[in-house]
């Protein structure tokens, strides 16, 4: 009787434990995620900036997206889409005093390099909001930086909005096999239902641009291929939204994808 009682009390004790671990693990999980998004510590990508010259945040730094990462509370670095910059920062309250900066000198064509990095002097007011900063002068906001992109990793097609607006479901227009992509440090690589597609891109803020992609030549009967060609050419921003990837042609919703 006594071991049966035993027995009992071991597996009670054990299930709570476990269920208690569990919890704590959920909690620190919750504390650090919430932790994260009211930090200004850690990496951060430029999605906007005041006084662009460019019709796009892609077009502007057609090198590399802009990042500022706040290393501590006194220690910065950041890459202005070309140059590479270090220094001392002061942060006391909502203020962020930025002392002289240190450059790489590399000369890049057609960025504006110059617009970011002078942003980045004197006392700047900064405003934290999930996981977006602005940073401000006076009442104005110059630079706005989000968390680095989630678009890396594979994705399924799932949803396909054609030029055409047909009904047609995405098997009805891909039925060998759907189109997927995969996005990898600025390397896109995928197919298109038939034909493997490989290139570059350049993906800052929302914006979202396709740059030297090549595409094998097989031909394959009743996929409409070229339809998710030139849908897919004219990618020009993109969102994640509960956990799909959801791509624009010409700021037109297209494609729909979902994490593979």
Do not use: H
């Amino acid at each position: 009787m006594k071991l049966a009682f035993l027995k009992i009390f071991l597996a009670t004790t054990l299930i709570i434990g476990g269920l208690t671990s569990c919890s704590t693990a959920n909690t620190q999980s919750e504390k650090s995620e919430k932790s994260e998004k009211t930090s200004l510590l850690g990496k951060w990508e430029l999605n906007d900036i005041a006084d662009i010259k460019a019709s796009s945040l892609s077009e502007a730094y057609s090198e590399g997206v802009p990042t500022i990462n706040f290393i501590s509370n006194k220690m910065v670095s950041a890459s202005d889409g070309c140059n590479l910059l270090n220094g001392g920062i002061t942060v006391s309250g909502n203020n962020i005093t930025f002392g002289n900066l240190i450059s790489t000198m590399k000369a890049c064509d057609s960025v504006e390099d110059q617009n970011f990095a002078s942003k980045l002097q004197g006392t700047l007011q900064y405003k934290l909001s999930d996981d977006k900063l602005e940073l401000l002068q006076g009442d104005k906001t110059i630079l706005t930086f989000i968390r680095p992109s989630k678009i890396e990793g594979s994705w399924v097609l799932e949803e396909f909005i054609g030029k055409d607006r047909s009904l047609k479901t995405v098997n009805d227009r891909f039925p060998n096999e759907k189109p997927t992509l995969t996005f990898t440090k600025n390397i896109i690589s995928g197919n298109n239902g038939c034909n493997n597609i490989n290139g570059a891109y350049l993906a800052i803020g929302n914006s979202l641009k396709m740059k030297d992609v090549a595409v094998t030549a097989m031909a394959c009967e009743g996929v409409e291929s070229d339809v998710f060609m030139e849908r897919f050419d004219n990618i020009n921003k993109y969102e994640i939204k509960d956990g799909k990837l959801i791509l624009f042609a010409n700021d037109i919703k297209t494609m729909v994808f979902k994490k593979k």
